[in-house]
Structure formats: structure tokens, C-alpha cells
């Protein structure tokens, strides 16, 4: 079975830009969550989608946005980039929503805002 | 609102030796809790996941133990190798509502081991 993927792997951009990255979670996974991992801050929740649906969202500004499409893949979206976004986004699927799955990540997007 | 704090931040040992990586958190309310490694640049790969009602789970050369009452874990690693060497994260998940999805981190411990 294929694992998680997301596209682009690396991405630059310059401040107030938007950018949209993407994530297919393993086949069969039906919650997909995004995550933002820092230095300075670590690994901090954004949102998590099951469904099509918004979960549970994390405490990020608005410009902060996702939505999941039928087939499990989801995008998040990040509008008027600001320097403080340049992180490694990290996307993780699981097969449902219960607490009791294992959440399996993706390899990341590296956001570089200049 | 629930923090995660793992012991040591960084830990450098021989090849071949145990060690333990502490991990503790604040509310004792979680569903479970899973232990990550990460390469530098990569994303995480999951090593043990372990239940609230379970007390541990062992995977090969690790071991991690659940202490819920007390509100700390500890990952267990036999006969350390080179290739040990990154970042572990533990994680929990808290119990109830609709906050399944959401892991809560650790500052992680960055582990060196040498040939």
C-alpha cells in the first residue's frame, strides 16, 4: 500500500502570496490532519478533516484554511503569507476518526517564505 | 490544555547501549499515546502506539510503557545501532469529544548514537 503523499515537496514564496498544499492519504483513510512543525514552536495541530468535514481546528490565524474532496485527498491553503509561515508542513491519515487508529504521516512540504 | 514534555532534549551514547527517553504529560485524560522518529528533513514514521488502557507495547528492540496516573511513558530502546540516530517524538491523544484527530506533541529528544 502506498503511503502518504504530498505535493510539492519544496515550495518558495515571497510574503503576501497564498499557496495550496496537497495531500492523499493512504488508501482506505478517511481523516486526513495537517500539521506545522517549527523550530521554535514543534509539531502544532492545524485542522483535521473526515468526510469532507472540519473535526477539530487547531488555534491558527484564518489565513489558515483546508477543505477534504470525496476522494480523501485534502489541500490546505495558506493566504497573504507572512515570513513566521515558512515551516514544514506535515499531512497524517488514519483510517477513521476514533483515537484508536495510528496516525501515519506524510514526508512533508518544506514552505520557504521570503 | 494539555503539555508534552520529553527528557532529555538531546542524548548522545555509544553503539550497543540501552537508554530510555522519558516522556510526560499534564492531563491524564488521553486516549492513547504514540511514539515517532523523524530523520532530519523527513516526516514521522509511527514505532509504538500505545492504548489508555493498555500498560505497554513492544516493537523488535523497543519497548514503551504507559503510566496514565502519573502522566508519563517511556520508550525503551535495546542494543541502540547507528541507525537509531534521530528525533523521537511522543504524542497523546486526548480522550473524548471531537479532539480524536488532534496529537499533542513533544518538544522531542534528539538521539545520537556512534559507531
Known amino acids: 500500500k502506498a503511503g502518504v503523499t504530498q505535493t510539492p515537496r519544496y515550495l518558495i514564496k515571497t510574503r503576501g502570496q497564498q499557496v495550496t498544499l496537497s495531500c492523499s492519504p493512504i488508501?482506505?483513510?478517511?481523516?486526513v490532519s495537517w500539521y506545522q512543525q517549527t523550530p521554535g514552536q514543534g509539531l502544532q495541530f492545524l485542522f483535521e478533516?473526515?468526510?469532507?468535514?472540519?473535526?477539530n481546528k487547531g488555534n491558527f490565524p484564518g489565513r489558515f484554511s483546508g477543505r477534504q474532496f470525496s476522494n480523501s485527498r485534502s489541500e490546505m491553503n495558506v493566504s497573504t503569507l507572512e515570513l513566521g509561515d515558512s515551516a514544514l508542513y506535515l499531512c497524517?491519515?488514519?483510517?477513521?476518526?476514533?483515537?484508536?487508529?495510528?496516525?501515519?504521516f506524510g514526508p512533508g512540504t518544506r514552505l520557504t517564505v521570503l | 490544555k494539555q503539555e508534552v514534555t520529553q527528557i532529555p532534549a538531546a542524548l548522545s551514547v555509544p553503539e550497543g547501549e540501552n537508554l530510555v527517553l522519558n516522556c510526560s504529560f499534564t492531563?491524564?485524560?488521553?486516549?492513547?499515546l504514540q511514539w515517532f522518529r523523524q530523520d532530519p528533513g523527513k516526516g514521522l514514521t509511527s514505532l509504538l502506539l500505545?492504548?489508555?488502557?493498555?500498560r505497554e507495547q513492544t516493537s523488535g528492540r523497543l519497548n514503551a510503557s504507559l503510566d496514565k496516573s502519573s502522566g508519563r511513558s517511556t520508550l525503551y530502546i535495546a542494543a541502540s545501532q547507528p541507525g537509531d540516530s534521530a528525533t523521537y517524538l511522543c504524542?497523546?491523544?486526548?480522550?473524548?469529544?471531537?479532539?480524536?484527530?488532534?496529537?499533542?506533541f513533544g518538544q522531542g529528544t534528539i538521539l545520537t548514537v556512534h559507531p
Open positions: 497524517a491519515s488514519s483510517f477513521r476518526t476514533s483515537g484508536a487508529d495510528t496516525q501515519y
Open positions: 488508501s482506505g483513510h478517511r481523516s
Open positions: 478533516y473526515f468526510s469532507e468535514t472540519q473535526r
Open positions: 492531563d491524564s485524560a488521553i486516549y492513547n
Open positions: 500505545i492504548q489508555s488502557s493498555q
Open positions: 504524542a497523546v491523544r486526548r480522550g473524548g469529544g471531537t479532539s480524536y484527530g488532534k496529537l499533542t
